[in-house]
């Protein structure tokens, strides 16, 4: 199971969208079915509830009622250990992606994502003016143990909902009965909530959320969840001494020893307590706990937490996770790339940069995001995408690194975007045809999928703008893209474009 997130800076997403501001005060909708492997909408399964209708207010949030596309997704079955990718269990791994006002799903098939088999949702709410108000966070856990993949929606005032995964798919709603006065929330900027894995290996998902400031690491509520209450099956808070004057910031968790229980990694930063407002947020410490059947334990700490910085993910294939870093330098035109095989140790490896860069045509700007880890071109091993959604007039790069860990600066990175050939040609304005005022911003979504079936994982794209070029801060609604991996890399040729047409949303 592909976790969160990680140290400002160093540790971004593995498997999530994130994104947004704060909202406030959100409506509770109804629940799911029963517990039970069958939680499809197949004969005598029971309906998914709708929840009543609301009304949003300006700082209000609500989510809609789950809405069906005209094809039901293919019938699976409930697995021990089912992929973090499917929904259904179908064997096929199925697009989720948010956007401003609605999250939706879209099935995977033998013929990749098919925008008829579809689900989705509304989302109500938010500060006028605000495009990120109202777009959730979601991330990936069986949450119940039906041995189906759930959706957790994660809403910036903290709330968090369970979609319950099945048979046919996304069938019910259910906000999760986590609260307490130990969990913050996200704030007006938005920021990291806690992370998602399974930390004790009972094959359920847990959900670990940041603690208070000068209290304690956070709280873990472990699986299964109830789908009728939302009531986790226990949860512990992380007690133990934290650094002075310090609050829990991120997190990330990911299993690096292989043993079916992900470790979880916490950051702290300074709180101000004399309120000098200097702008001074930096790192108090860092907290690591390993997973056991008993839950999280204390393992190491740190005063600064380099020895932790990186981005988790299995480099070299074994089935355990380690870190490794991976910056895009625009005005040098370069990546850097290093792997770290356990936390808390410091790699005695050295860095490797990559010079001769293709698809750059400016060095203006830096930024890389939508970093993941995966077997793209089915030869067994892991290869590296990430995205430089800045460069070249902000229009956006997906670079692919082949082989990881065996990375030289001889390596030949490929490079994706908007103009590659067979790529549909969003890469333009829809309504005066002008390129130089789209910013598309291209970004990899994390984690990668195998949305066809065929050993090959996928990448996922979407565009990252806000600013259409108007002045307005109306966010440009352009769907996604599918780049299918293959022995040579991503195939552009036969990717694929998903528009909000296609959809159904506005």
């Not at 009531?231 to 992380?238: F, I, K, N, Y």
């Not at 790192?283 to 334990?297: K, Q």
């Not at 600064?304 to 490794?324: I, K, S």
Request: aromatic share 6%.
């Amino acid at each position: 199971m592909r976790a969160t997130k990680g140290a400002r800076g160093a540790v971004l997403v593995a498997c999530a969208v994130l994104l947004g501001a704060a909202v406030a005060g959100c409506q509770t909708v109804g629940g799911g079915s029963g517990n039970g492997g069958s939680s499809g909408t197949g004969p005598g399964a029971p309906s998914a509830p709708k929840p009543p209708n609301a009304t949003s207010t300006s700082t209000g949030f609500t989510l809609g009622a789950l809405a069906q596309g005209p094809v039901r997704p293919t019938a699976g079955q409930p697995q021990d250990r089912p992929r973090e990718g499917d929904l259904n269990g179908d064997g096929y791994d199925d697009v989720a992606l948010a956007r401003t006002g609605a999250l939706y799903v879209v099935y995977g098939s033998a013929d990749g994502p098919d925008p008829r088999t579809r689900t989705t949702l509304a989302v109500g709410g938010g500060h006028p003016g605000r495009d990120a108000d109202n777009m959730p966070r979601l991330h990936r856990a069986d949450l119940d143990g039906d041995g189906f993949t759930d959706l957790l929606v994660t809403v910036n005032d903290g709330k968090q909902y369970a979609l319950w995964g099945g048979t046919r798919g996304l069938t019910g709603i259910r906000q999760l009965a986590i609260g307490g006065e130990a969990l913050r929330e996200l704030g007006p900027a938005g920021g990291d909530f806690g992370s998602v894995a399974d930390f004790d290996g009972d094959g359920s998902g847990d959900v670990f959320r940041l603690g208070g400031p000068d209290r304690s690491a956070g709280v873990v509520f472990h699986g299964p969840f109830d789908r009728r209450t939302g009531e986790p099956a226990r949860q512990a808070e992380l007690t133990g001494p934290i650094p002075a004057d310090s609050a829990p910031y991120q997190s990330t968790s990911e299993d690096y020893d292989g043993d079916g229980r992900a470790e979880l990694t916490v950051w702290f930063e300074w709180t101000d307590p004399d309120s000098e407002g200097d702008g001074d947020l930096s790192v108090r410490g860092v907290r690591h706990f390993r997973g056991t059947a008993r839950g999280l334990v204390r393992a190491q700490e740190s005063e600064q937490g380099a020895e932790f910085a990186g981005h988790p993910g299995d480099v070299d294939g074994d089935g355990d996770d380690e870190l490794y870093k991976a910056s895009f330098f625009a005005y040098d035109q370069k990546i850097t790339v290093s792997v770290n095989s356990t936390p808390g140790k410091v790699s005695s490896a050295s860095p490797v940069t990559l010079t001769d860069l293709p698809g750059l045509n400016s060095r203006c700007c830096g930024g890389t995001e939508g970093r993941a880890v995966g077997d793209v071109t089915g030869d067994g091993r892991p290869d590296l995408v990430l995205s430089a959604p800045a460069i070249n007039s902000a229009h956006g790069l997906v670079f692919l690194i082949p082989d990881i860990a065996h990375v030289t600066p001889a390596t030949e990175p490929q490079a994706v975007d908007l103009e590659s050939t067979g790529v549909d040609g969003e890469n333009r304005d829809p309504g005066e045809g002008d390129k130089q005022y789209i910013r598309h911003r291209l970004i990899s979504k994390p984690p990668l999928l195998d949305v066809n079936g065929d050993g090959r994982l996928d990448v996922v794209a979407a565009s990252g703008n806000r600013h259409p070029g108007d002045g307005s801060a109306t966010r440009r609604t352009t769907g996604f893209w599918v780049f299918p991996g293959s022995p040579d890399g991503l195939d552009t040729e036969a990717s694929r474009h998903v528009t909000e047409e296609d959809l159904d949303l506005e």
